[in-house]
Structure formats: structure tokens, C-alpha cells
């Protein structure tokens, strides 16, 4: 004989949320059509696959980063000083966004996987 035991929830007087993010998971759309995910997989692998293809048999892709390798720095020798200290400050600065977006999400990582909240 078996009897169906009911859990009392520790949420008084308010209903539960289903939806609630816990983790990282795709709650809505890409937990009902995991497909999609896959595509976006796949897609990526075909284009590095073409890229990688491109670079080893020296296809039209190469010559063309080739032809712009060597003209975008002679532009830049040509531009304005100003020019060149606003691109090194930009350099600086986004070098260190990146440092601050690495730092925050390796708390982010590190906080989640010992379970806290």
C-alpha cells in the first residue's frame, strides 16, 4: 500500500515561483528548444572550420587581411598626433575594463559554485 505524502513549502502565504533563475540556465527559450543552442554550435564550427580551411590553403581571405595589414598601419602613421594619444588611451582603458569584467565574473563563478547566493 502506498500513501502520497505531501511537503509543506516554507513560503507562507505566497505562491512559489517556478521561473525563479538559479544558476546558469536558459530558463525560457533555450530550455524549450535546445536546438537552437546546438545550430548556434554547429554554425560557429563550420565558420572556424571555413577560416581554418581559408588559412591553410592560402585562399582569398588571406590575401585580403594581408593587403590590409599593411595599409591600416601606414594610415595610421599619416593620422594626427591627437589621434594616436586618444587611441592609446582607448587601448588602456578598455585593457583594463576587460581586467575589471574578468575579475567580477570570476567572483560571479567562484560565489556560485560554493553554492552561495
Given amino acids: 500500500m502506498s500513501s502520497i505524502a505531501t511537503v509543506p513549502s516554507r513560503v507562507k502565504g505566497k505562491q512559489q515561483d517556478k521561473n525563479v533563475f538559479n544558476g ?4 525560457h527559450l533555450l530550455a ?29 581571405l588571406l590575401k585580403w587581411d594581408a593587403a590590409l595589414a599593411n ?4 594610415i595610421g602613421l599619416k593620422s594626427p598626433a591627437y589621434v594616436k594619444y586618444i587611441m592609446l588611451a582607448g587601448f588602456y582603458v578598455g585593457k583594463d575594463v576587460l581586467n ?15 553554492g552561495g547566493s
Fill in 32 to 60: 524549450k528548444w535546445p536546438i537552437i543552442g546546438i545550430l548556434m554550435f554547429m554554425f560557429g564550427g563550420l565558420v572556424f572550420g571555413a577560416l581554418t580551411y581559408n588559412l591553410f590553403a592560402h585562399g582569398p
Fill in 24 to 27: 546558469l540556465r536558459a530558463p
Fill in 100 to 114: 575589471g569584467i574578468d575579475v567580477l565574473l570570476g567572483l560571479y563563478f567562484s560565489i556560485n559554485a560554493t
Fill in 71 to 74: 595599409t591600416l598601419p601606414a
